[in-house]
Nanobody, 117 residues
Framework: QVQLVEYGGGLVQAGGSLRLSCAAS????????MGWFRQAPGKEREFVAS????????YYSDSVKGRFTISRDNAKNTVFLQMNSLKPDDTAVYYC??????????WGQGTQVTVSS
């Protein structure tokens, strides 16, 4: 099993920044991909960004490309999402996730991000 815990959500004004963290524990994740998703009220959960523990190109949704950066600290089993130039449309619950055999199987409990205009 894998446990994921997110930190760092909060309230920020438009144009501001926040940094989310996701601490992973449990079995080894070295062959997994880690990602961030978000879900706004009344909308479906959507992909934000992903990165593999072993390296390689990170991926971003078009809506956050150029503003958000995903990174990892392998030694601390932690994945980060640096969010800059935040917009009210970025308001959502943000979830950390990890794959198992190519499927997004493990999820954190979510952290609220609210961007005021």
């Amino acid at each position: 099993q894998v446990q994921l815990v997110e930190y760092g959500g909060g309230l920020v004004q438009a144009g501001g920044s926040l940094r989310l963290s996701c601490a992973a524990s449990g079995r080894t994740l070295r062959n997994n991909v880690m990602g961030w998703f978000r879900q706004a009220p009344g909308k479906e959960r959507e992909f934000v960004a992903s990165i593999s523990w072993s390296g390689g190109t990170p991926y971003y949704s078009d809506s956050v490309k150029g503003r958000f950066t995903i990174s990892r600290d392998n030694a601390k089993n932690t994945v980060f999402l640096q969010m800059n130039s935040l917009k009210p449309d970025d308001t959502a619950v943000y979830y950390c996730a990890a794959t198992n055999d190519g499927v997004w199987e493990f999820w954190g409990q979510g952290t609220q991000v609210t961007v005021s205009s």
